[in-house]
């Protein structure tokens, strides 16, 4: 498999973008990253994207912004893993590029979630789950995460308040980056009164969906010997890895195994230990799969991943920064663009591009990004080459 | 890009499968293949499906179909490009294991269109076109190949009947494949006096949908190079193209440039002319599909594909057999595993598995696949190693 280079990154502002049609927010990314890696066109275009059929009425999603972005006659399609979907479509572009079948190829992740509302968008998002066997029975998403939280909570001894860290370190990261949905700081004492919504998940444990879209170009490594202003970004390992579908069939419903299959894949794949990692952006969906993710990845032991937030670790400055951009929580979860969020961000922390939240010397990032409540996990390491 | 072979094959029946779920479906045709690879286990897991968000409530069907099949802990993903889905999902796999990235990969092309009827069918199948330049006018999907069938008509001076041959065609070789949806035979008087759909195009120029699943193992060529009975079957050539997704876009729209584009791709790649292939199993979604995919192809000059069925050229005995095991027209076309059908079939052609509508000594075989109205086209040439 030949080395491939992230040769550009784009990304649009995540927010309710009531004015901007889906294809026009997927351009706008895409455009950014072929401008930012200097093409005008690429062999072939891969989407990652969850909802666009129950959303937006619209499916072939890769031939759609293909013809949108003026990529006509090349290759087009879209990949589908739920909320993992935009890493599962830099997956398959890797691999075509590794294959030596595309020159090139243009990522993009892209959701537009507010032309449906309210009980749509729950609905939207349980498909994410078993749909014979959980919500057939009436669970949503969050509704599953907040059963997980609670089993830890009993599990381990912590109180909802030491979630706290998680939020408030995404929250703070956020403030910097001009692409997050939400620009405020919050404290301990404002997370813990924060509306409930399923029990102990309340609004601030919960990341708020939004429009948005993140795209990336990748080539071969041997095509970019000889950039000048930027350092040569590399894929150093993917990953993926699935899990049960439904959280219910799990021996251990507190163990996310794909993470940590993927994870352990990466390291050996990338000759890295956890301890090698200067960033990691973690699927935060709920402040509970930070602190599951954080274990199953080898930053913690089982049932400790909270104190690495109590203990300030998780910051730019900690011995393990994450959500340096405002993770899931602040930056927001267009859910299907999420994964391409998280590589975007990893390039820039590569690229010394973070500005107030930079982490120093960063030379080694991994994303990882999660479909369903651990149900597929998708795992990227990033280098500086 | 290393050579990558199809070691088993397998598929359902295809109707409508009232009594069995979505994972049902696909479990049978996965553990067919399986079985017929003779493997137990394989590294990844590629969907092809278009509808199962809008139809089962359903999202991320590579996981939830590795999960039924007991594949868990290895990669698992759905690739989605309408109608195109299955031959994109076989196109994906082809490409990681290509790269190297994994050893052995199982394909699922499945539909379950019975959980909806009606309008709801309707309106998921127009999620193929375009939502805001074409459905929001109200055309439906087969409104659109309509009115590409009527310009077709009055630019080449076809008449309606002039089509009959390709229905004829499928529903007489349908007759001899198990696993097809209607086992009738048709007359060029039952032909022209079906109902009308939306003119030209009626009942006996369409397809039928239905529910089914059709599924291959594919591994690197190098691990099986000493099969005792079967010949080995290798992937010759794939290529993937899209055209603007609204047909009103096209400069030409009774022109498949995409499939043009991908069967001269795969001439090359394959080093074979048109003339070389013994069964091409085209995606005749409606008869004037079958003559603008012939002609695309190179097997008819612009506006004679219709001679080709007048001329009795298409049989299994014909100078380009189509259709052998009854095409979408009358095998069925559950949407989203309509690709994985097609590359079964060929597969069955050069195994010599096709009994009554068995291409003579058939060594070379084309199977094309369509997302939207010719707007993604992904095709494959397998050949006899």
Redesign the interface.
């Known amino acids: ?1 030949q080395k491939v280079a992230i040769l550009g990154i784009g990304q649009t502002t995540i927010s309710e973008h009531w004015e901007q ?1 889906l ?1 026009e927010i997927a351009g706008e990314a895409a455009f950014a990253a072929l401008q930012d890696a200097g093409l005008e066109k690429v062999d ?1 275009l891969y989407v990652g994207n ?2 666009s ?2 959303i ?9 912004i ?2 949108w972005i003026g ?12 909320c ?1 979907s935009g890493a ?1 479509a830099f ?2 572009a890797l ?2 590029v ?4 595309v020159e090139s190829a243009l990522v993009v992740g892209i959701e537009k979630m507010s032309d449906k509302t309210g009980h749509d968008i729950t ?2 998002l ?3 789950a ?3 066997y959980e ?1 057939e029975q009436g669970v949503s998403f969050v509704g599953l995460n907040a059963l997980v939280m609670q089993r830890y909570m009993h599990e381990f001894g912590w109180k909802h308040a030491d979630f706290a860290p998680f939020s408030i370190n995404a929250h703070a990261n956020a403030m910097f980056n001009p692409h997050a949905r939400l620009h405020e700081r919050i404290t301990t004492e404002r997370f813990e009164k924060s509306s409930m919504v399923a029990t102990p998940i309340n609004l601030l444990d919960a990341s708020p969906i939004g429009d948005g879209a993140a795209a990336a170009v990748i080539v071969p490594a041997s095509k970019v010997a000889s950039l000048k202003n930027k350092p040569r970004l590399i894929v150093a390992a ?9 959280v219910h ?1 799990r021996k251990d419903p507190l163990f996310l ?2 993470a940590y ?1 993927c994870a352990k894949r990466c390291y050996e794949m990338a000759c890295v230990k956890p301890s090698n990692l200067d960033v990691f952006e973690v699927h935060d969906a709920f402040t509970i799969m930070a602190a599951l993710s954080l274990e199953a990845c080898g930053f913690a032991e089982r049932g400790k991943g909270v104190q690495l937030g109590l203990d300030n670790e998780i910051t730019p400055k900690g011995r393990i920064p994450i959500c340096t951009r405002g993770g899931l929580k602040a930056r927001g979860h267009p859910v299907g663009a999420t994964g391409m969020y998280q590589i975007v961000e990893v390039a820039q922390q590569l690229r010394g591009e973070c500005g107030e939240t930079q982490v120093d010397g960063a030379k080694i990032g991994m994303a990882q990004n999660i ?2 409540s651990g ?2 996990i998708i795992t990227h390491i990033l280098k500086v080459d």
């Open positions: 498999m049609s294809r072939a969850m909802l059929p129950l937006n009425g619209q499916n072939q999603l890769g031939t759609f293909a013809d990529l006509w006659h090349q290759e087009a399609v879209k990949v589908e893993a739920a993992g599962a997956r398959s691999m075509a590794a294959a030596g079948e609905a939207s349980a498909t994410a078993d749909a014979d919500v993917s990953a993926s890895s699935t899990d049960t579908i439904a069939s195994r794909a299959t479909g369903g149900a597929t």
